[in-house]
């Protein structure tokens, strides 16, 4: 086996690093931003009914080309004093706990749901591990798996590992041009696998977290192109996501209708068969001569 | 703020604080004489064999490998492995600072005698026909990547299509990040299979051991019918040294016990090494008759005779 180099970037657009940067801005759009720009009738819906309300994860309903939907999101300050209040878009069991709740809610009255995701990651603190971290977020995943309403995740921002997915089990997974969807974060990444947080660069190459990436992966469907970085034209952004996203939950409702119930349960059986396609293996057969199939995400 | 995006995952060399780092000391024949890192007993290692790795003073669970437990829970000879065949492969063309991920997992293939961290396939357990899934902690510290969902996302299957209980037992570090987003999907994969067997009404049980954390227990692992821990097994999302340094507190006594998750309300029960297969057995049971009225007619006039069974119901 020879030697490799990590990968060489491309040579046209930002790199992995500058992406991670540009996701992370300050300036760039927020879940609020999308809500106000493309919905109308907005009623956010607060609490998991058993201990308290998580700001860092909101949900409500809102009208959305004509039809009513729900929509979760993780929410990032715009400012020091918003983003302590909503823990830097970091949501604790709480938040989970909301989201799962509403839903349930949307399932209950053939809302569609839409997600957008922009986080770190799922907070890692002291109350949220004697809450059930870990639980509220898998359980939210068995939800939103289970869903019999069409869902459309969107990652606007940053996708950091569990606390993204959590929300992010949906239909169709969009993700923006700048933003990032990582299994951790890349100065995780190097603090634990180069042993130097400072090599975090290096790390965010390596992981391939870009959206060109996780579309090549197929396990993104659509890049939304971002024709200057978001925060410099937010409402150009945003549009352009708010078309795509309609595209997408059209597609779906006019193939499984609501009141449907077969088409429903093929809803279910599409969103199995896209997750269970996930993944890159190898398979031998005992006795063969090397490999019969490679798995890497046949789409 | 970067430091506080750093958390969740830290396999391979993920290791809690009393690892069993005595076992090196060269004074040490390991072979023969094992120190319990909890009493500092020195345990005869036969003798630590024979009462299923756990420490014969103390109680301290030593960690097992998926094989030892597999020996010792299902009955001899009724497990048959499956899909040995599907192995890793190396999506992103991962190199860090040790290397190209396909040679470490070569390197680690041939440490630990295994070619993945999640070994699956049938067994009975005190004859009750049960699909087995258990992870291997000496593999990249049991890290979840493609071969792990997509092993457990077929013994998954089988269960459902032969109506036969799962049961899991996990001891992870989490997501592999070598895997990248494959490795994070796969927590999403294996829940939408367990999705589909909850609706065909089969049960799954698992058990956590030590230590389990990050996409592991974040995923399929918690949402079992049945969650059960061992004593002493270490349990969480972010593991302990993260959360310190991040909220800069000092971590509770006793953080992320099995005892502490039981005492928050995260875990059925705690269940002891020797009682295990016991209690396993006790739930299949439970778990085997059928569920209508018609069929618990006839026998509920012999309820007021029951027995206490043997199993859960102790702290
Ligand atoms: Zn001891």
Known sequence: ?299 | MPAMRDFFHRRGKFRPERADDERADPQIPEDLWIKCPRCAELIYSRELERNDQVCPKCTYHFRLRARERIAQLADPGSFSEWDTNVRPEDPLDFVDSAGPYDRKLEQTEAKSGEPEALIVGGATIASAPVVLAVSDFEFLGASMGSVYGEKLMRAIERAGERQVPLVTISSSGGARMHEGLFALMQMAKTVTALARLGRAGVPHISLLADPCYGGVTASYATVADVVLAEPGALIGFAGPRVIEQITRQKLPEGFQTAEFLLEHGMIDAIVPRAELAATLATLLRLYSRPNSAANAAPALDMAVRNTQPAGLGRD
């Open chain 1, 1 to 299: 086996m020879t030697d490799r180099v990590p990968h060489a970037e491309p040579s046209a657009g930002p790199t992995a690093w500058e992406r991670v940067k540009l996701a992370r801005h300050g300036d760039r759009p927020h879940a609020f931003d999308y809500l106000q720009e493309l919905t109308t009738d907005w009623v956010e819906l607060h609490g998991d009914r058993a201990f308290g309300d998580d700001r860092a994860l909101i949900g409500g309903l809102a009208t959305f080309a004509g039809q009513t939907i729900m929509v979760l999101g993780h929410q990032k300050g715009n400012d020091t004093k918003e983003n302590l209040a909503r823990n830097f878009g970091m949501a604790r069991p709480e938040g989970y706990r909301k989201a799962e709740r509403l839903m349930r809610h949307a399932e209950k009255f053939g809302f569609p749901v839409l997600t957008l995701i922009d986080t770190p990651g799922a907070e890692p603190g002291i109350g949220s591990e004697e809450r059930g971290q870990a639980n509220a977020i898998a359980e939210s995943l068995l939800t939103m798996a289970d869903l019999g309403v069409p869902t459309v995740a969107v990652v606007i921002g940053e996708g950091g590992s569990g606390g993204a997915l959590a929300i992010g089990v949906a239909d169709r997974i969009l993700m923006l041009e700048n933003a990032i969807y990582a299994v951790a974060s890349p100065e995780a990444c190097a603090a634990i696998l180069w042993k130097d947080a400072g090599r975090a660069a290096e790390a965010a190459a390596t992981m391939r977290i870009t959206a060109a990436d996780l579309e090549q992966f197929g396990i993104v469907d659509e890049v939304i192109a971002e024709v200057v970085p978001a925060h410099v034209r937010p409402k150009d952004t945003i549009r352009a996501t708010g078309i795509a996203i309609a595209r997408h939950l059209r597609a779906l409702q006019d193939v499984h209708p609501r009141d449907d119930l077969s088409a429903i349960e093929r809803l279910r059986a599409a969103r199995y068969e896209r997750f269970r396609r996930i993944g890159a293996w190898r398979e031998t057969v005992p006795g063969a001569n090397g490999y019969v199939a490679d798995a890497i995400s046949p789409r």
